[in-house]
């Protein structure tokens, strides 16, 4: 074991922690939105929107990630027309492909998360909402919406924590996040060994953070 | 429950005799299998190149056998040293910095490297000798890389990871250009095409084994770059040798590749494969 090594690495790796971090946190973030968006649109009562928004899902939770972000980087990259369009702006950088394929993906399961928390809401209580004269709209914001994020909490700490490992995947597409400059030092030193403990601790000890900050909220919210 | 333990443990321990009785018995080289023509895969995922098939002739003039184990290029070395296989044969050049690290047979063979570009790019055209070495200086040396400089400024330049390529441009003698690493050489030349890349070094001869397998309109620019961070020619990597009985087999093995080396380049079977492979005598 070379700990001199580990010892030196340290500050590299914790310097890339950081776009680790920024990319888990804008996909995170996107991910909400298209989650509780499709989520929404997957309780309509209308077919073909309930179906759309299943479809998505579906197709993102059923294909691996690193497939996903390959097609969006490489894949779009193939496509001559995309190339003169303004969206090859966003679509040129390796960063903004990872955070799309990300953003995606989390916003799939996300959407699953939140659609079974609402499912969980009993009748009672929108009836007893009804009976008092509050509006669908209200009873919407004020008592399906807090009970949903609840009930979603859980599920959507492990989301998290799949995210942030899943984050590693951007140094396929030349990003040097935590894991890309792991496999950096790896290149130019040959210990893989002594390199990915140190990484592999700096994820731990995030998803340590994520875990606790998850059961702490659970705690507060719990009624 | 005392049997199914017994049972788990005896199929662990001879799982563990057979990969040692395997280890000892052949000759285990390891290639890429995506840096064509040195060495790549058919469609039907079978290794071949330039490599593969020297590889088993001097297998043949070692009268020993051999296995070809494929490996990611990222891995190479790490995988050489954890005794995966016992020797390299990927294109791997000959480098000091690799030599800290690991041994290498003779030079088997040489490449040049060269920038590519996609036609129509700002960088064609660079007035620049038409090949330099690094180990030789001088002030035509010098004078190329502060064009090279001057034309890389603020460009984005794609590499292989790992490679006497990316050990180049982070040097600092072409200045600080942007440097965007891959796993593998398909995805820089698919990048390159993309329109990522303004720029990308690698062995000449993998841009134009792409330029015509892809029909896509790839040229090369600026000097073939040699000698310095690109090394001395491309060999066989193997363990340093050590006490102990594995170390004395490497040493052994160094020993028994440099002999087939001399022997194939004598019976002019290495120029004859690098013909066959990339177009013109690569041997040495």
Redesign the interface.
């Known amino acids: 074991m070379d700990f001199e090594l580990m010892i030196n690495s340290l500050p590299k790796l914790l310097n890339a922690t950081v776009i680790t971090l920024k990319l888990l946190s804008l996909s995170l973030f996107f991910g909400l939105f298209i989650g509780f968006l499709f989520a929404v649109l997957r309780m309509n009562k209308n077919p073909i929107i309930n179906k759309f928004a299943y479809g998505y899902s579906y197709v993102f939770r059923g294909t691996p990630l690193l497939v996903q972000i390959f097609i969006i980087y490489?894949g779009l990259?193939?496509v001559e027309y995309l190339?003169s369009t303004v969206l090859w702006v966003i679509l040129?950088e390796?960063y903004w492909c990872a955070i799309i394929a990300f953003a995606l993906n989390t916003g799939a399961y996300t959407s699953e998360i939140l659609r079974s928390a609402f499912q969980t809401i009993k009748p009672g209580m929108i009836e007893a909402g009804k009976s008092l004269g509050i509006s669908s709209k209200i009873i919407f914001y004020k008592i399906q919406i807090p009970i949903a994020i609840r009930q979603s909490l859980p599920a959507y700490g492990n989301e998290i924590i799949l995210m942030l490992k899943g984050t590693s995947l951007a140094s396929?597409v030349?990003l040097m996040d935590l894991t890309g400059v792991a496999?950096?030092i790896?290149?130019?030193t040959?210990?893989?060994i002594e390199v990915f403990i140190v990484a592999g601790g700096i994820y731990l000890f995030m998803t340590f953070l994520v875990h606790n900050t998850i059961k702490y909220l659970e705690r507060k919210f719990s009624y | 429950m005392n049997i199914f333990k017994k049972t788990i443990f005896s199929v662990l321990a001879s799982l563990l005799i057979v990969g040692n009785v395997y280890a000892a018995d052949k000759i285990r080289i390891g290639t890429e299998g995506a840096y064509p023509p040195w060495n790549s895969k058919d469609a039907s995922g079978k290794l071949i190149g330039f490599e593969v098939e020297l590889a088993w002739s001097l297998c043949r003039y070692m009268g020993k056998q051999c296995e070809i184990v494929e490996q990611d290029w990222?891995?190479m070395?790490?995988a050489l040293?954890m005794r995966k296989f016992d020797a390299i044969m990927a294109g791997m050049s000959i480098t000091a910095?690799r030599q800290k690290?690991i041994t290498f047979s003779q030079g088997y063979a040489d490449e040049v490297a060269q920038l590519a570009v996609m036609k129509g790019s700002s960088l064609e055209g660079m007035d620049t000798p038409s090949g330099i070495n690094l180990s030789l200086g001088g002030s035509d040396v010098n004078k190329a890389l502060k064009t090279l400089t001057g034309a890389l400024a603020g460009k984005t330049v794609?590499v292989q990871?790992?490679t006497i390529h990316?050990n180049f441009l982070d040097s600092g003698d072409v200045g600080a250009v942007n440097v965007?690493?891959?796993?593998t050489q398909d995805?820089v030349n698919?990048?390159l095409?993309?329109?990522?890349c303004d720029a990308a070094l690698a062995a000449a001869v993998a841009f134009t084994d792409y330029a015509e397998k892809s029909g896509k309109s790839v040229v090369l620019v600026g000097p073939t770059f040699s000698g310095g961070a690109f090394g001395n020619g491309v060999g066989v990597g193997i363990r340093q040798g050590g006490d102990d009985t594995i170390g004395k087999r490497d040493a052994e093995l160094l020993k028994s590749f440099n002999k087939a080396i001399d022997e194939a380049r004598k019976d002019g079977v290495i120029s004859k494969l690098a013909i066959k492979h990339f177009g013109f005598d690569a041997s040495m």
Do not use: V
């Open positions: 490489y990259g193939q190339r040129k390796p396929t030349t496999k950096y790896i290149s130019t040959f210990k893989p | 990222d891995g070395i790490p040293l910095e690290t794609c990871t790992a990316q965007r690493t891959y796993k995805e698919l990048d095409a993309s329109g990522r």
